[in-house]
C-alpha cells in the first residue's frame, strides 16, 4: 500500500448518514482495549439509531460470547463511559484531562505483578492476555496493591458460585469506591471480606488464615 512511511492514504468516506465517533474513544482506545472500544462503538450506533441494547443480540452481532460483552461493558462504567441508571444507559464522553488527573498512573514492582499473576493462576486460573491488562491497569492506575486484588481473589473464591474474572473486578470496583487501597486499608475495614474476618476478630485460625500466613507473612509477625 502507498503512504505507509510518507504522508498517508487518503479515505474516501462511505456514503449514507454516517455514525458519529467523538475522538475521545479513539485516543484512548488502547487503554481500554479492542475489545471494549468496539463495544462502546456499538451501543452508541445503537443510540443514534434509536435501538435499545440487548447484551445477547449485540455479542451475536459482535460474534462475541456474552461473558465479553458483559465484561466490557463493566470496563465502560469503571471507566466512565457509561451511567447505569437503571431502566436505562446514558452513554458518556469522560475528559482525557480528568481521566489523566484521576488515575494518575504509579510506578508498579514487576515481582509484584509477576507474584499476582502466578497467584491468581495457581489459585483460579491462568489469566488471558486482556485479563493481565487489566491487572496491571488496577495497579498502576487504581493503585490497588497486589496484597488487596489477592485477597479479592480469595474473596471470590469464597463466595461465587463461578469465578470469573468479571466477579473480580466486581470486588475492586466497589473496594476501589469505598477508598481501599492497601491490605491495611482492608483490616481496617474487615466486614468487606468474609476472609479477613477471623483475621480481625482474633479467631482461631481458619484455611483462609492460615494462607495468607504462608503468603504474607510479615503482616503476622
Known amino acids: 500500500m502507498s503512504g505507509e512511511r510518507g504522508r498517508g492514504v487518503l479515505l474516501k468516506n462511505v456514503e449514507g448518514l454516517p455514525i458519529q465517533v467523538p475522538p475521545a474513544i479513539l485516543e484512548q482506545q488502547a487503554h481500554l ?4 472500544t468496539l463495544v462502546w462503538i456499538n451501543i452508541v450506533a445503537l ?5 435499545p441494547l440487548q447484551i445477547h443480540s449485540l455479542a451475536e452481532q459482535m460474534g462475541l460470547e456474552v461473558r465479553k460483552v458483559s465484561q466490557a461493558l463493566a470496563s465502560l ?27 494518575t498512573a504509579v510506578a ?9 499473576v502466578e497467584y491468581i493462576s495457581a489459585r483460579v486460573t491462568v489469566p488471558t492476555p486482556e485479563e493481565k491488562r487489566k491487572l496491571l491497569h488496577w495497579m498502576q492506575n487504581k493503585q490497588l496493591s497486589h496484597e488487596v486484588i489477592a485477597v479479592a481473589v480469595e474473596e471470590m473464591c469464597a463466595s461465587a458460585a463461578h ?28 466486614y468487606l471480606a468474609k476472609v479477613l474476618a477471623p483475621i480481625a476478630s482474633g479467631k482461631e485460625e481458619n484455611p483462609a488464615e492460615k494462607r495468607w500466613r504462608e503468603v504474607f507473612p510479615d503482616v503476622f509477625d
Open 33 to 36: 482495549g479492542p475489545v471494549t
Open 47 to 51: 443510540a443514534q439509531q434509536g435501538r
Open 77 to 103: 462504567a469503571d471507566g466512565g463511559w457509561i451511567n447505569d441508571e437503571g431502566l436505562e444507559i446514558q452513554l458518556t464522553v469522560p475528559e482525557v484531562q480528568v481521566l489523566a488527573r484521576k488515575e
Open 108 to 116: 508498579t514492582e514487576p515481582d509484584s505483578f509477576t507474584w499476582l
Open 163 to 190: 469465578e470469573s474474572f468479571a466477579y473480580l473486578e466486581g470486588i475492586l470496583r466497589n473496594w476501589h469506591g469505598l477508598g481501599i487501597r492497601t491490605y491495611n486499608d482492608l483490616l481496617e475495614h474487615p
